[in-house]
């Protein structure tokens, strides 16, 4: 059974320009989350959908976005990049919106310059 | 915002010793994970505890829900190598019937004694 897919693994990006992100979550798996890793504020949540609806939205701004697709997949876009951005954005799965666990994927660590 | 506490932030193990973390949060969790997270990789679940007062195993692994669903902790006994890493709680509520996003630790790093 294949996990939860990311792409791409590593992206540089200069400052100002935007960058989207995929997750393929694994098959069955309805909801899909994203977090943002990054040394000093750790894992934090930016938002969770579930069968292509938003449901839930962490404490980030507009400029994270994020949408999911009728198999799914989902997808997270920042725009105008800034040097705070850089981090590891992981996506995670689950069947129902957590009830038994999330399976994370391995990340995409995204570099602004 | 809801914070979790972990402690310690990191330990040196040697093999075979037994190993000890905890989370303590303000507000209550109606689900405790712990996960494990290596180098250039996501985190991986290693047990999750659904109810107040609930002890789970997974191998040389044990966690504890504490009964105030306020806190819980994580014990790894005879410790091997591959337990190095960083481990990382996670606190969860439930609201509309299913589960709410993941409230996160900072995270306890496990070294090998020099």
């Known amino acids: 059974k294949a996990g939860v897919t990311q792409t791409p693994r590593y992206l540089i990006k200069t400052r100002g320009q935007q960058v989207t992100l995929s997750c393929s979550p694994i098959?069955?798996?309805?909801?899909v989350s994203w977090y943002q890793q990054t040394p000093g504020q750790g894992l934090q949540f930016l938002f969770e959908y579930f069968s292509e609806t938003q449901r839930n939205k962490g404490n980030f701004p507009g400029r994270f976005s994020g949408r999911q697709f009728s198999n799914s997949r989902s997808e997270m876009n920042v725009s105008t990049l800034e040097l705070g951005d850089s981090a590891l954005y992981l996506c995670?799965?689950?069947?129902?919106?957590?009830?038994?666990?999330?399976?994370f994927g391995s990340g995409t660590r995204l570099t602004v310059v | 915002g809801q914070q979790l506490n972990q402690s310690p932030q990191s330990m040196f193990i040697q093999e075979g010793e037994d190993v000890s973390m905890n989370c303590t949060s303000s507000s209550i969790f109606n689900t405790w994970l712990w996960y494990k997270q290596d180098p250039g990789e996501g985190p991986v679940l290693l047990i999750a505890l659904y109810k107040a007062g609930e002890l789970t195993s997974n191998g040389r692994l044990t966690a504890q829900f504490g009964i105030t669903r306020k806190d819980s902790f994580l014990n790894i006994s005879a410790s091997i190598p591959s337990d190095v890493g960083i481990y990382f709680c996670a606190g969860q509520l439930k609201y509309g019937g299913s589960q709410g996003n993941l409230i996160f630790g900072k995270g306890t790093k496990l070294s090998v004694k020099p």
């Open positions: 995670a799965s689950s069947w129902a919106g957590g009830d038994y666990g999330y399976t």
């Open positions: 098959s069955g798996h309805r909801s």
